[in-house]
């Protein structure tokens, strides 16, 4: 059975930070961000659909998740942090995990990572991950992260390469479903999306509505809404 999803990142748009928004898409079953977005919009998505919200960090996260006064970095209330993490939506079933950030291209930056980290991070993850394809017969649905997986949707600037780690990771545990942002798409005919082995790379920016299904590849997914 398909589920609807709202995937948002990098940049808010009016047509979803709309008071019209519940009529619109009420349906989804819940919400992911793939990073680089206000704390108050991911708040604002939990509070007008009233479904859990799954988010990872961008590499602009400490900038982008603060406050306008003195109070400092926040986390987002009512949203759910993906990163590093592996997590089973309770109402759809759908298993989910993420990785915050890009590659590293400036020092001293917390949110960008090395390789070495970002496989690090997925090693922690992998015993739940081999949990879930024993008892559930798939490791994970969908993955969501920031970054894309180096080559694939990805550009050759130092600040928008993918992850080469996160190929192994797909080639690894083969989720249905890899969401991200990082790259902004302004021009519609450009693609969004490519086929990893059996996973399906698309590029959210800066918001689609998917149908999506937990299990086994036996199709594509269907787009049900863009920009």
């Known amino acids: 059975m398909p589920f609807s999803i709202l995937a948002v990142t990098d940049e808010t748009d009016p047509r979803i930070h709309s008071h019209s ?36 960090l961008g590499n602009h996260a400490e900038e982008l998740t603060r406050r306008c006064s003195e109070a400092g970095k926040r986390e987002p209330s009512g949203a759910i942090d993906l990163s590093g993490k592996v997590i089973q939506d309770p109402a759809t079933g759908i298993i989910l995990a993420g990785f915050p950030g890009c590659p590293r291209y400036h020092e001293n930056d917390p949110a960008q990572y090395s390789e070495r980290e970002i496989g690090l991070m997925a090693a922690r993850m992998t015993p739940r991950l081999q949990w879930n394809r024993f008892r559930q017969g798939r490791a994970v649905d969908l993955l969501v992260t920031h970054a894309p997986p180096r080559g694939v949707n990805d550009r050759d600037d130092p600040a928008h390469r993918g992850f080469r780690s996160l190929r192994g990771f797909l080639e690894r545990w083969q989720p249905r479903y890899h969401l991200h942002g990082h790259i902004h798409l302004y021009d519609r005919s450009q693609p969004f999306q490519q086929q990893f082995g059996s996973t399906e790379v698309i590029n959210v920016f800066p918001f689609k509505v998917l149908q999506i299904e937990p299990g086994p590849r036996s199709g594509s997914s269907r787009e049900g809404g863009s920009p």
Do not use: I, Q
């Open 21 to 56: 928004l519940r009529e619109r898409m009420g349906d989804v079953s819940f919400v992911v961000s793939c990073g680089d977005l206000p704390a108050s919009y991911l708040e604002f998505l939990a509070d007008a659909l009233n479904r859990p919200v799954y988010y990872v």
